[in-house]
């Protein structure tokens, strides 16, 4: 199993990025994939999740602003990131389970993780 995260960099706040994760390994239908980001000093959190029998979910600090897809031919699913915050900074993961209930709270050993990819925001 593997999940490459890409598409992370430096942004001026109010800019966007496009973040890609491309999944191997597992039959990319039956899982799960939400984002998380954790930030220097912070705890890891959740950002957004997505799966073909469960919708769409996203944390109250990025409705409007992020919004991710799912590309089943190619095992990849994004996270588009408008309008960009200083505090959105911190290195983004993905992640894969079979269901997004309680994706919040996915451990290390609960979920297959991506590396990750840092995103910078200046202000």
């Known amino acids: 199993v593997q999940l490459v995260e890409s598409g992370g960099g430096l942004v001026q706040a109010g800019e966007s990025l496009r973040l890609s994760c491309v999944a191997s390994?597992?039959?990319?239908?039956?899982?799960?994939i939400a984002w998380f980001r954790q930030a220097p000093g912070k705890e890891r959190e959740a950002v957004s999740c997505i799966h073909s029998s469960d919708g769409t979910y996203y944390e109250d600090f990025v409705k409007g602003r992020f919004t991710t897809s799912s590309d089943d031919a190619k095992n990849t699913v994004l996270l588009q990131m408008n309008t960009l915050k200083p505090e959105d900074t911190a290195v983004y993961y993905c992640?894969?389970?079979?269901?997004?209930?309680?994706?919040?709270?996915?451990?290390?050993?609960?979920?297959?993780w991506g590396q990750g990819t840092q995103v910078t925001v200046s202000s």
């Open positions: 390994g597992f039959t990319f239908d039956d899982y799960a």
């Open positions: 992640a894969a389970a079979l269901s997004c209930r309680s994706y919040r709270t996915w451990s290390d050993y609960e979920a297959y």
